[in-house]
């Protein structure tokens, strides 16, 4: 077994994400006065910026903490304990959100899934024209679950609450899917949307976001429930410290103002464009693959497979001794299975700083290893996501 | 006025402090896949070291938040709602800690300070004695206050509590004197102590740590407060994802280990001793130039002058003017007067990546920003500072 | 057109190399004084342990400049004006330090090649043969000609030489090969040998270096031509400065040591195996590729095909817009024609810090390329490259 | 004795000197294809701007060599073998010059000094003027002589040359004085000025620099002199490859064109000034320190003594075990003596990226050795440059 490994390792993990080297320069900087100007107007800037990437009017708020923060910032801003929140199940976070809900003391009903197919509006809408009382206070819902690979249409689920005339907000968690796959806040009616830095921004993982709408707001307002580190209220204020709630993370911001930077040069249609033509050459490799039955996507319906991360059924084969070949031989990683799919897939993440030879080498290590392991009939693959992108720059070109 | 400023900014304030040039080199690395062995092993290592620097065989748990989240942690697993808490008022930091126990609904007394003087430890006791419900869970205390650059005797308080009998709780703030000024944790009984990222462990803002005696950990393990992200229980498991609940922060971790690397080789002892040195510097200058009478030490008793942090009170001078100007004209940070003393005090950081002629460069600065301000008699401050190193290097050797 | 590109760029030209991130991060250093232990220590490390990678007990010279400084270095200190040397013409590179010999008043003779094949040692062998008056002073010979990817054998044209029994020096340009292609220069007899910063040893170009064995050493001693800056009799002595005649370059052996780090970690034995499997890959596609006609190989025999380095020839199509596609469009840099063949091949580099994601993903873009660009019949190029290396690890791990 | 150091070390070397953050992380990139426009066209603008700070409309070359291979640029392309040179005896960089010049088999002439009073422009016309058969062909001057901390007076040498009629070029060496003083190269009608990156350029060793007025140039057309790498006439062309005659310098490159940015925002008047400035700081300290006899400036007129180092006399002490204690106790690195100065001088280097409490630190530091180490009478210093500083602001601000 070969120890020592050369080269740059392929991360294709559905977060933490790639690092762009602008944004690991930016942030290696000594410490800073962060009550300078020179702080103060860069963090300013990049929360007024991060409304463009949330597509809302609404505030954003900053967080020192990681994406799992993000939910307990949504959960102890808008209910007090003994509140109902519906939580569609669309897998292993929508199961943890939930499970935190609950040690929140909240009261949590959830939608069944079947972890292939999508959320169905319908069930949630009828979900909430039975609570007639209306206790439930917000629908959690995830736009792309990562641990199925799966897109959920948060339009569709706009619409079929608007339907029901329930006042429950809704609520997003966008954190796999933010600055990747489009979700125009405001456009649709969502009233809070939460993320974190380590995936589509480019970060390192150690920053959450939400933001705000009016409605949102005034509920948080109102609620009178104990809280402080997470309590937004508290977030407004004239100087950087207040916005933060004690130390800025100043090289966090630094790296912040260059990802927003370079968001906004290649434009948030066209990173949505890049995803949606990277995840079309994985879509292309593992459509391949599965045509002689070894594996096969976990999202059955097309239109729901996300363009940021796929998860691969391997039924008869272990997907995690296939991923500690590619780590251990092939210098690529890719995610596991988690929660009820512990053991069952293997993910791929293609979302954040990525491109054409990234996503090519790592999909070339994977059928290496399938091919080395003995997985019958993974061939074709990469060929097929050659043929795909090529394909998709000659339309692009024409 | 000058605009562009050249060559390194001396960044003397409180927090954060410098980063040593091979903790910025860890951190310069790409995303990793954090269920590796290699994030895994290095994670664990300083989970374990931490123990060394908080001088405990307790657990240390680390936290993706800054140091006003310590605080959270330590409340949000001791306390419910309605317990009572005794914190010594000993300014900024000790107010700000209240605030959020009450915003937790936690009930706080306080004893009273003149900011000049140090915690009076017998009053503590005292209030503690009239406590004959032990209705107090908890002493919360701060070992330096760095509104007011005192340090406050832990043991002595250590010692009046257990002379009242009393079973409330000792909970330190070491945030601005871990790995700074000796506080041996286990030695002093101590059962938690809180500490962050960005001070004596010469890291970017962003993690929190806390270190829980067994005492303290079964007062959590009973307690029923709802809380989930700060929750210590959920803190522990196999995989490194448990120990920071979510997406680790690699590239803190990499830092965070250097720094334990470097404390180690330089010796915790030998750590203390250079920031008593130092300190002794700065105060052997402000002691000059306070003997004209233009400014005075916030902290009147020298024993309670802490080896982290000074602040300068100028009762005829404005402090933030002079800060500006050092700032803006002479490439230096210092701090601000916080809460109760804002507008009143300038504060020098001299803890963690320091050296001398960083000190020196500092006071020097500061010196010439008062000779041009005209703060009267503002002079020879330097030059009992170089005679305080010259006399202490030469004691070193002999 | 896409402007914007985001993820890493594929760089896989024959240099420079991809330079490693602990190399960068190594770089990544303030002003040091040059004359302190600590920098002394490395410096002295590094030229004892550039020994070992050149495969001499010679000494080792490291100078300040580029590669072709590195050919000027071995003609200043070995030859006077008129004196006669004989470069078997490779290509580009032989014929670019025959036009620096001639500038240096040298008489070149060179020995015809048809640039698709190898060195022909016997044809060298007969030329110094005709030279009954030993006025040839050396052969000066390039072991991998990155123009045309081809591997010249120095071990047969030693032994042809000394069949000769002809008093020449044996000069090798070892550039492209050093630290990626064995080549024991002791072992084979070689008098020298130099190399460069930017290929096999992973770094930024800026250092040139040079092994010099026993009777290369007596040459220079006796060599009057004038001289200074290239003077390697003036590279020994006690000093750093002395090393380097004149200010060290600091970083550049901050990144050399830890390149030599990695490479013995990994071992020189698997660093050329590495190669040789990376190597293989490349073949692998070309020659499927080639198969339908519409490229082929620039160098024919297969023996002769370098490790590092595969020029592509592309009779019926402009390898320069393809090449130019590939950046734009593909984020992957491919190395152009030179000198003769200026126009005709494409050439990728395969040396250094590389992987098998990291080649596979610029195969599998190359193969995108030339499928969106109409070259006919492009395709199973990177299979053929997936089934290379699966066999080999497999047969690496029975 | 201490061993471990914390905190950054200052670095009052004349060089390397301390490299901006900015340009180190500009430096801090992946390898990148030099053909590509992105590369090209900063290593264009680089050459260009480097005009503006070389004052000429002549053409500016870069090398990759130390400032060594800058005097030998200037040599190699200027002279013949047998040529005549004329050299200003100014210390120790004026003879390794001259040395130089001799083993490149040009012959030399040197006018005398003391080492411790500027060149004599007199003298050298005088010289010139007893050169009848106009033998010599051109005068090398070095402007600041960093082995005494001594500026030389180009423009009075330029009027004394200009006065005798002789048709010797004045070549100038600006390696301790470009873009720190000023040195109008067109405007003073010197031909050739010299310098190299660590100093005034503030990037690390590895770059040199040529600027060559008309008259300069068609002497390098018409010399016959065997040369290559040095070949100023091979370094123009439409490709970065020929504009540094191989593998261009990238991450240099990159550097540079950040601190040509840096130069020009601070503007080249302030750059001048600022050096002013903090040289004023250091001279109030020496000068203060050698009232009691223990030390003195190496150069005695005042108006000679440089902006960018200082050279201190110490008859009664060893300078070197000072230099020692400095750095193994007080972590500043400073100057040894040169050449026939060794073991008689310490040199504060003052130039490049530098600020008031830098250079204040540093002085600050060695007069807590002195004390630490007995020098009698070493107090003082740093208030002297306090006090210089503050005047200085007001006066600036007034």
New interface residues.
């Given amino acids: 077994?070969?120890r020592?490994?050369?080269?740059?390792?392929?991360?294709q993990?559905p977060?933490?994400?790639?690092?762009?080297?602008r944004v690991?320069?930016?942030?290696?900087?000594?410490?800073?006065?962060?009550?300078?100007p020179a702080f103060v107007d860069k963090a300013l800037s990049c929360l007024n910026d991060l409304k463009r990437v949330f597509q809302t009017t609404g505030d954003v708020f900053a967080?020192?903490?990681?994406?799992?923060?993000a939910w307990?910032v949504a959960l102890a801003n808008l209910f007090s304990?003994g509140d109902m929140v519906l939580i569609p199940d669309t897998g292993r976070f929508a199961l943890s959100w939930a499970?935190?809900a609950r040690?929140?003391?909240l009261e949590v009903v959830m939608t069944p899934t079947t972890m292939r197919h999508p959320v169905d509006a319908e069930a949630v809408a009828e979900q909430l024209e039975r609570d007639r009382e209306r206790r439930i206070k917000a629908v959690l819902a995830v736009q792309v679950e990562t641990s199925t690979g799966m897109l959920h249409d948060m339009g569709a689920l706009r619409r079929a609450l608007d339907a029901t005339g329930h006042p429950a907000l809704l609520v997003v968690d966008a954190i796999a899917s933010l600055a990747c796959i489009d979700l125009p806040m405001d456009g649709l009616g969502i009233d809070v949307v939460i993320a974190?830095s380590?995936k589509g921004l480019m970060l390192?993982?150690?920053l959450a976001f939400i933001a705000v709408g009016a409605k949102a707001d005034a509920v948080s307002q109102e609620n009178p429930a104990?809280?402080?580190?997470w309590?937004w209220r508290s977030r407004r204020g004239s100087e950087s410290y207040m916005w933060?709630?004690?130390?800025?993370?100043?090289?966090?911001i630094g790296g912040l103002r260059v990802s927003l930077d370079?968001l906004f040069?290649?434009?948030l249609e066209?990173v949505f464009a890049?995803h949606r033509r990277l995840a079309g050459a994985v879509r292309a490799a593992v459509g391949r693959w599965s045509e002689a039955g070894a594996l096969e996507f976990q999202t059955v319906p097309k239109a729901a497979r996300s363009d940021t991360v796929t998860a691969i059924r391997m039924p008869e084969h272990d997907p995690d001794s296939l991923r500690f070949f590619c780590?251990d031989?092939?210098?690529?990683?890719f995610g596991?299975g988690l929660g009820p799919l512990q053991g069952q897939v293997l993910r791929i993440g293609h979302l954040g700083?990525?491109?054409?030879?990234?996503?090519?080498?790592?999909?070339?290590?994977l059928?290496?290893?399938m091919?080395?392991r003995g997985v019958p009939s993974a061939?074709?693959g990469?060929?097929a996501?050659?043929?795909h992108?090529?394909r998709d720059?000659?339309r692009?070109?024409s």
Same sequence: chains 1, 2, 3, 4.
């Fill in positions: 077994v070969e020592v490994r050369r080269g740059r390792e392929f991360v993990l977060g933490p994400t790639n690092i762009p080297d690991l320069n930016a942030m290696h900087e000594p410490a800073r006065d962060f009550a300078a967080f020192s903490s990681n994406g799992h923060g307990e304990p499970e935190m040690s929140l003391d974190a380590q390192p993982a150690g104990p809280r402080k580190y309590d933060f709630y004690g130390t800025p993370p100043t090289q966090m370079m040069e290649e434009g066209n890049r780590r031989h092939l210098s690529t990683a596991a700083d990525l491109n054409e030879p990234m996503i090519l080498g790592a999909l070339a290590a059928e290496v290893a091919r080395a061939e074709g990469v060929a996501a050659v043929e992108l090529a720059i000659v692009g070109s």
